[in-house]
Every structure is written in C-alpha cells, then in structure tokens.
C-alpha cells in the first residue's frame, strides 16, 4: 500500500532550527510536495522537490532522496509565526497525492 | 499567483439540511478540482475529485448521493452536502491546478469552509 510517515508533533526554541522528516511508499514517484497549515486554514504550497539534492527557498529548504525515499524540511532562524501544521506529500505514478497525516509544530519563545 | 476562493468560510445549519459550497479559480482555469475534508487534528482527506463536464469520481467511501459535485465551467466547482447530520461536521477545502500546469504542478488551495451542523 501507499504510506506517508511524518512525526505527529515537535517543538523547538524560537531562533533555532528544526528539521523535519518524512518517509514515503508510493505506487511510482513523481515527486514531493510541502506545505504549511496554520490552524483553522488552509494549506499553503513551500515547496516540491522531484529529483535528489537539496532546495533552498529563503528560511526554508528541503531534501529528497529518492533512493531511501526520505524528505525532509528544514527551517531555520524560527520565528513565532512558523507556528503551524507541516504536511508532506508524495505524488504517485497516477499524479495522486498522497498525505502524510501533518507534523505539528510548536515554537517556544 | 493563482487565487482559489471557497465561499462560505463558514455555516452553520441544521440536521437534515443541505449546504453548498463554492470553489472558484480566479485567474486561471482548472479542468480538475479537488475537495478534501479535514477533521480535527487529522490530515487532509481526498473526497472526490471534479472535472469539468464530467462526473465527479468519488474515494472509497465517499457517498455520491449525500456529496454532490458540479462542475459546470473551468473555473467554478461545488460541493452540496445533502441531508447534513452532526457527523459531517468539518473543514471542507477545495484545491485546483491550472489547466496549463503540469500533473505535478502545485495545488492552489481555497481558504476552506467550517461546517457545523447542530
């Protein structure tokens, strides 16, 4: 079956960086997307990544490895506003989403 | 960039009443829509998926007769929860991609609709 796995909730300092993962199986891989879920709203697009390496995009980056089909999202410098829901998804050999089930994540000052 | 707009962002209706909601692109046009439901604490559930002059196809356990899906033009998509029961009570969200995106083109999301059904 097709699965996402993303952790369910982390917490981290504001200022400081955090990372989180995600590990996908899918029917066929036809890329990764990310995006961001603030509370009673809708998700907002960060990024896609398709092929292998690293994706910078101002405080936020993203990795892919298709090989051990893994991602992960990286922010930095964070602030109170990145207070919010993560959530990762797989596009499959049909170009269906796939959702991981959203990483909460709590900023402390 | 591309802008969806869900109208109502909120109801509140009655049990056994039915409610619709719109899903409008507004500077681009999709041929395919998406409606997702989310519960509390959960992540997004796909419903069905809406193409333009077509029938809507419906996920596993999605009932077709109690959610109705229009889409009558390339920019416009509805959603009508038929007979509505406490249990359907969620945050409903549309989603499309222009019709001139790839298959892996981002998803333009509307703002949802929090329906409440007492």
């Known amino acids: 079956g097709q699965n996402i796995d993303q952790p369910t909730e982390m917490t981290a300092t504001e200022g400081a960086i955090v990372q989180i993962n995600c590990t996908y199986q899918t029917s066929g891989f036809n890329g990764l997307f990310w995006y961001q879920q603030h509370a009673g709203e809708a998700p907002t697009f960060l990024s896609y990544?398709?092929l292998d390496g690293l994706e910078e995009k101002g405080r936020f980056s993203s990795f892919l490895s298709r090989s051990k089909g893994y991602s992960y999202l990286l922010l930095k410098e964070l602030q109170m506003k990145d207070s919010a829901s993560y959530l990762c998804?797989?596009?499959?050999?049909?170009?269906?989403?796939?959702w991981g089930a959203g990483t909460k994540l709590i900023i402390k000052p | 960039g591309a802008v969806v707009s869900q109208h109502p962002s909120w109801v509140i209706c009655k049990s056994g009443t039915s409610v619709k909601i719109e899903c409008r692109s507004l500077?681009?046009?999709?041929?395919?829509m998406f409606w997702y439901r989310q519960f509390p604490k959960q992540s997004l559930m796909l419903m069905a998926t809406s193409n333009e002059g077509s029938k809507a196809t419906y996920e596993q356990g999605v009932e077709k007769d109690k959610f109705l899906i229009n889409h009558a033009s390339l920019t416009l998509s509805t959603l009508t929860v038929t007979s509505a029961h406490p249990e359907d009570s969620s945050f409903y969200i549309c989603s499309a991609r222009d019709v001139e995106g790839a298959d892996n083109s981002p998803l333009h999301f509307g703002n949802g609709t929090r329906l409440t059904v007492t």
């Open positions: 500077d681009f046009q999709a041929t395919t």
């Open positions: 990544n398709v």
């Open positions: 998804a797989a596009v499959d050999s049909n170009y269906q989403l796939i």
